[in-house]
Nanobody, 124 residues
Framework: QVQLEESGGGLVQAGGSLRLSCAAS????????MGWFRQAPGKEREFVAA????????YYADPVKGRFTISRDNANNTVYLQMNSLKPEDTAVYYC?????????????????WGQGTQVTVSS
């Protein structure tokens, strides 16, 4: 089992920045690829970003490319999502997830463990 806990969400004005953190506990963190997903009100949960277990590969959804950066610190069992130039359409609950797969990391079914989510609200 892997337990995941997100933090760092909040209210920010458009154009601002937030850094989300996801702390993992349980099984060996470095064995898992990590992903960030989000769910806006009335919409399905969608892929945001993912990083391979060693951090050598990163993947982003088109709407966040160039604005968001995913990174991980395996020594501290934490994955981060740096979000810059935030837009109102980034408003959502953000979830981190851990999965043993190394491929197709944009697919939700590849992830075995999920956090409870953290709310990000971007005002215009």
């Amino acid at each position: 089992q892997v337990q995941l806990e997100e933090s760092g969400g909040g209210l920010v004005q458009a154009g601002g920045s937030l850094r989300l953190s996801c702390a993992a506990s349980g099984r060996t963190f470095s064995d898992y690829a990590m992903g960030w997903f989000r769910q806006a009100p009335g919409k399905e949960r969608e892929f945001v970003a993912a990083i391979t277990w060693r951090g050598t590969g990163t993947y982003y959804a088109d709407p966040v490319k160039g604005r968001f950066t995913i990174s991980r610190d395996n020594a501290n069992n934490t994955v981060y999502l740096q979000m810059n130039s935030l837009k109102p359409e980034d408003t959502a609950v953000y979830y981190c997830a851990a999965g043993a797969s190394a491929v197709r990391l944009a697919a939700q079914y590849k992830y075995d463990y999920w956090g409870q989510g953290t709310q990000v609200t971007v005002s215009s």
